[in-house]
T-cell receptor
Framework: DAGITQSPRHKVTETGTPVTLRCHQTENHRYMYWYRQDPGHGLRLIHYSYGVKDTDKGEVSDGYSVSRSKTEDFLLTLESATSSQTSVYFC?????????????FGPGTRLLVL | QKEVEQNSGPLSVPEGAIASLNCTYSDRGSQSFFWYRQYSGKSPELIMFIYSNGDKEDGRFTAQLNKASQYVSLLIRDSQPSDSATYLCAVRFGNQFYFGTGTSLTVIP
């Protein structure tokens, strides 16, 4: 398994509270991604990073922010959690973007916003 | 918007049969194509990738790519009950990956 951990693995929070999810990798891969997975929607990209302090938005970035101050850590923050952000969140890493390069996924974080 | 479409299933096949999973994508600029397997409650794990037209085989798995038809498929030969999972098709365009909603496969012993 690729060296990817996510914390926390499970979280229950209330609407309006801030939440930060952490992704940590030991592979020294350049690219890191945050996805959410919901029934009927599959995996959707929230934000991604292509280097330290270099990030960009994905297709469902509203309500989320990210930061990457070190190669190994990529943080996802929900500034003010809403019930629509209840989901399973996956972090993924990729060494490069050449044709054969793929993504490897972390174990996921289950977030419930009440 | 880049679309990746899969038949959600469920697809049921008897043990030992061939399972055929299909995926279409909307953007002709898509560069490489991936199949992931995801067991319930687990994270996706890579099965195969392909980026050239034609077939690519790895053990019991064969990926097929037809860029003219914007179509990629996965064949699983000699299906086993342990193959029962959701199969995700993913397409890479630039430095982003786009995923289908997945096809649920059940292999019946």
């Amino acid at each position: 398994d690729a060296g990817i951990t996510q914390s926390p693995r499970h979280k229950v929070t209330e609407t309006g509270t801030p939440v930060t999810l952490r992704c940590h990798q030991t592979e020294n891969h350049r690219y890191m991604y945050w996805y959410r997975q919901d029934p009927g929607h599959g995996l959707r990209l929230i934000h991604y990073s292509y280097g330290v302090k270099d990030t960009d938005k994905g297709e469902v970035s509203d309500g989320y922010s990210v930061s990457r101050s070190k190669t190994e850590d990529f943080l996802l923050t929900l500034e003010s959690a809403t019930s629509s952000q209840t989901s399973v969140y996956f972090c993924a890493i990729s060494e490069s973007i050449v044709l054969a390069e793929t993504q490897y996924f972390g174990p996921g974080t289950r977030l419930l916003v009440l | 918007q880049k679309e990746v479409e899969q038949n959600s299933g469920p697809l049921s096949v008897p043990e030992g049969a061939i399972a055929s999973l299909n995926c279409t994508y909307s953007d002709r600029g898509s560069q490489s194509f991936f199949w992931y397997r995801q067991y319930s409650g687990k994270s996706p794990e890579l099965i195969m990738f392909i980026y050239s037209n034609g077939d690519k085989e790895d053990g019991r798995f064969t990926a097929q790519l037809n860029k003219a038809s914007q179509y990629v498929s996965l064949l699983i030969r000699d299906s086993q009950p342990s193959d029962s999972a959701t199969y995700l098709c993913a397409v890479r365009f630039g430095n982003q990956f786009y995923f289908g909603t997945g096809t649920s496969l059940t292999v019946i012993p």
